[in-house]
T-cell receptor, first 113, second 118 residues
Framework: GENVEQHPSTLSVQEGDSAVIKCTYS??????FPWYKQELGKRPQLIID?????GEKKDQRIAVTLNKTAKHFSLHITETQPEDSAVYFC????????????FGTGTRLTIIP | SAVISQKPSRDICQRGTSLTIQCQVD?????MFWYRQQPGQSLTLIAT?????????ESGFVIDKFPISRPNLTFSTLTVSNMSPEDSSIYLC???????????????FGPGTRLTVL
């Protein structure tokens, strides 16, 4: 089955700086890669996603890049703000027709004011 | 996106008892999933709840321990049976394949049920 690795496990950045979180996946058949943000005590929220036919996608201060050849994808947050502090999870799906997600281990992002 | 609710939001249970968690969606969805998230950990898929048929369980999870029902396209239940302290966790449902989402793959999570087993 699919295996997703995520790095780093913790990340602290100064407010206003950029943050990058990286994930690798094992199944070359994976074709959908979402990112979730989970604040303390709350549910995971889908913040951005990318498909295997696209190399990059942006949504305001958030962007995701995908390298199919290397089987890795990354989340980029620019101009970080205190409200960006949360745990971020990457995921991948490799089951056509089933759509079950395999999650990475998570990155705890702390924005330092 | 779909509005997803779970009941109960939290519970404290005694060892050996069972708890049924409900997941309700305000629109019809093709897929419903049940996850477990232990404190400080990632999300682990327990099973896919299939409408009108038996759930599909992931490795390490069995129907006798986690029976699942899905009677229609908007509702599912997960039962945690014969509980032990190791079952203390947050249980979340997620939904996907909704006609109201931007794409078929998108999955959205319910608020979760925080279970403590004494």
């Amino acid at each position: 089955g699919e295996n997703v690795e995520q790095h780093p496990s913790t990340l602290s950045v100064q407010e206003g700086d950029s943050a990058v979180i990286k994930c690798t996946y094992s199944d070359s058949a994976s074709n959908y890669f979402p990112w979730y943000k989970q604040e303390l005590g709350k549910r995971p929220q889908l913040i951005i996603d990318i498909r295997s036919n696209v190399g990059e996608k942006k949504d305001q201060r958030i962007a995701v890049t995908l390298n199919k050849t290397a089987k890795h994808f990354s989340l980029h947050i620019t101009e970080t703000q205190p409200e960006d502090s949360a745990v971020y999870f990457c995921a991948a799906t490799s089951d056509f027709g089933n759509e079950k997600l395999t999650f990475g281990t998570g990155t705890r992002l702390t924005i330092i004011p | 996106s779909a509005v997803i609710s779970q009941k109960p939001s939290r519970d404290i249970c005694q060892r050996g008892t069972s708890l049924t968690i409900q997941c309700q969606v305000d629109s019809q969805v093709t897929m419903m999933f049940w996850y477990r998230q232990q404190p400080g950990q990632s999300l682990t898929l327990i099973a896919t709840a299939n409408q009108g048929s038996e759930a599909t369980y992931e490795s390490g999870f069995v129907i006798d321990k986690f029976p699942i029902s899905r009677p229609n396209l908007t509702f599912s239940t997960l039962t945690v049976s014969n509980m032990s302290p190791e079952d203390s966790s947050i249980y979340l449902c997620s939904v996907g394949g909704s006609s109201t989402t931007r794409s078929y793959n998108e999955q959205f999570f319910g608020p979760g049920t925080r279970l403590t087993v004494l």
